[in-house]
Structure formats: C-alpha cells, structure tokens
C-alpha cells in the first residue's frame, strides 16, 4: 500500500471483531427459516397467498422491503475513496477481478449444466433443470460484498486492500452483472427480458449503493467518521441477518410443497455449488500462490470469488422467475452451504499460510 498511515485510516466496518452470533451459525438460522417456511405454507397457506399477491409490476413488495433491508446496510459501509490506495500492490486485485468475471460466472454455469442436465438428469424435470441452471449462474454472476469482510479478518487479511477489492467488484457489478447473465442464460435456453435483469440491478444494486453511498456521506460530514463508524453503522448490525431470515421464511412458505415433495433436490442443488465453490478458492489461491502475493492479500482475494453476493441473487431470482420458482430455490440452497464452506476455506488458508511471502 501506499503508506503505513495512509492504510492505517482505512476501515472496514465489521471486520474488526470476530464472525458474529448470527453470521456463525448462519447454516443453523437458514435451516430453521426453512422448517418454518414450510409449516407456514402448509398449515396457515393464507400467508404467502395474501403476500403473493402484493406485486406491482412483477415486484412483490414485501420481498423487496426484505431484501432492501438486507442489502441497504452493506451499501453503507462502502468507501470508494479508498480505492486509489491499490496502486502499489495491483496483483491481488488482477486476481480477484480475472477470476470474479472473467471465470467464475463461466464455470458455475459449467458445473451447474453439467449436474443438472447430464448427472442429475434422471432426478430433475426439464423445467427445472432450466431454473436450478438459472438460480446458479445469478449466484456466479456477482462476487460477495458482505461476508467477505468476516473471511477476510478471519485470515488476517489486509482490511484496507479488501475493502478496495469490494469496492471495484461492486462498481465492476454494475455494468458487468446483466450483461453476464443475459450471456449464460441464453446459452442455457433460458429466455429473460433484459428489461427484467436491469430491472432487479436497478432496485437492489443501483438504488441502494446510491442511497447508501449519499446518507454515508451526508452523515461523516455532519457527525464525523468515527460517531459513524462507532455509533451509527452498528445500529444496522442485526438488521441484514433479520431481513435475509425473514425472506428465506417467506420464500419457504412458497415453495414448501416442492421441498416435501422432492427433499433430494436440496442436495441436488448443492453438489455443482459446493464443487465450484472449492475450484475458484483453488484456482484463485493457487495463482497468488505462483505469484508470490502475500498471505494477507491472496487469502482474501481468493475468498472474495469463492463466494456470492446471495442477497443480489435471490433477489434477482425472485423478481426474473418468481417467489415460488426453482430458480429461487436455487438461491437459498446457496445460503444454506455458504457459511459451512466458507469456514473450511478459512481454515485452509489459515494452515497454508508459512507457503506464502511473509506479510
């Protein structure tokens, strides 16, 4: 980096304190928030058809105040003027961005058609080969932005580079995240208005970075960084976790009956996405590895990819395909898989760290 000082004024809200109650049993709450979905459906079946009903322009409303309110306080914690203190140590971010766009999103629709449609193919429905295809390459499609703050700590990994590797992610997702999916889809057959893919980026990436990115602003001018950072920002600390579990309840409520139905489908789903998961960890490690890119800087790099902006995901999948979708089930089974495998990926770079420069 630039310099130590310099470094030293960066921050990343959330990254100074060890995974929280919520995040670390995160696999737990996702679980729950499926049984209930599911009793709900079943037994009080008026919930999720009064909420059905509440869309408006293919929007369902209380899944979009849901989903805002998991999304809003990440776009809080964005600081995009750190990104000029890369300059001086720029392979870590090649990594991260190659591997994020220009590899990742491919090999998840890889992996994902080749389960779905050559694997799994006695055991899914054309229909649903088609929307299982779907829901991964919308997760392959955005690299994550929130929890990676937690796997990079974790690692001991350089919090002022992270926060610059999200940073251009999110900025890179701006313009790169239709497009890309339009690309996949359409290799897959699937058909999606454009319209409806930049409409699901306006709502819940466009919308939310630029109100959050204004009120951050607004509010360290008014009140300091450090009333912001120290008395603001953990005001929001609960709310992401609450508003992706109670999303989740709503979406079980919705597709409880498939899930009854065809319980193999959970681990069905899961299989290309775990696989994925550990290749891109690999792939991406492996060349910091080559590269000789310190450990604080290839770990974090390499977990970025490893993992998915889920909340854009199954935000996407939801307003594309609809609450009740397989594409939306998709989504959630990559919810259910992410922390667990996330945790194993830590502790592998956590033991492979003497195989790295010195930081």
């Known amino acids: ?136 390459v919308l997760l392959g499609a955005a690299p994550c932005t929130a929890m990676v703050f937690v796997w990079s700590y974790l690692t001991d990994g350089d919090a002022p580079y992270t926060l610059v590797q999200v940073a251009i992610n999110d900025l890179i997702m701006l313009f790169a995240f239709a497009p890309i999916v339009m690309i996949l889809l359409g290799l897959g057959d699937i058909i999606v208005p454009w319209e409806t893919v930049m409409l699901s980026l306006v709502l819940y990436v466009v919308v939310p970075l630029i109100a959050g990115y204004a009120m951050r602003t607004m509010l360290i001018k008014r009140k300091g960084r450090d009333w912001f950072e120290n008395q603001f920002l953990p005001l929001f600390g609960p709310v992401t976790m609450i508003g992706l579990l109670a999303t989740l309840v709503l979406i079980f409520s919705f597709q409880g009956e498939v899930i009854l139905e065809s319980p193999l489908h959970i681990g069905l789903i899961a299989t290309p996405l775990i696989i994925q998961t550990f290749f891109i960890f690999i792939l991406a490690y492996g060349w910091a590895k080559v590269w000789k890119v310190r450990h604080c800087i290839a770990a974090p790099a390499a977990l970025i990819g490893s993992s998915n902006f889920f909340e854009l995901a199954v935000a996407a999948a939801i307003i594309m395909f609809g609450i009740d979708s397989g594409a939306a089930l998709a989504t959630t089974v990559g919810i259910l898989v992410e922390v667990p495998v996330m945790l194993a990926l830590v502790a592998i770079a956590n033991r492979t760290k003497k195989f790295f420069p010195e930081d």
């Open 1 to 136: 980096m630039s310099s130590e000082s310099e470094s030293s004024n960066l921050n990343i809200e959330g990254a100074n304190q060890d995974i929280g109650f919520f995040e670390r049993y995160l696999t737990v709450w996702v679980a729950l928030c499926i049984g209930a979905g599911i009793l709900i459906g079943q037994f009080l079946p008026f919930v999720p058809d009064t909420l059905g009903e509440m869309s408006v322009a293919e929007v369902n409303l209380p899944i979009a105040v849901l989903i805002w309110v998991m999304i809003f306080p990440m776009m809080l914690q964005i600081d995009f003027k750190s990104v000029v203190g890369v300059r001086e140590e720029p392979k870590g971010l090649t990594i991260t961005l190659v591997v994020n766009w220009l590899i990742k999103p491919f090999t998840m629709f890889g992996f994902a058609w080749f389960f779905f449609y050559v694997v799994f193919d006695p055991f899914i429905t054309e229909e649903l080969q088609m929307q299982y295809l779907a829901g991964a």
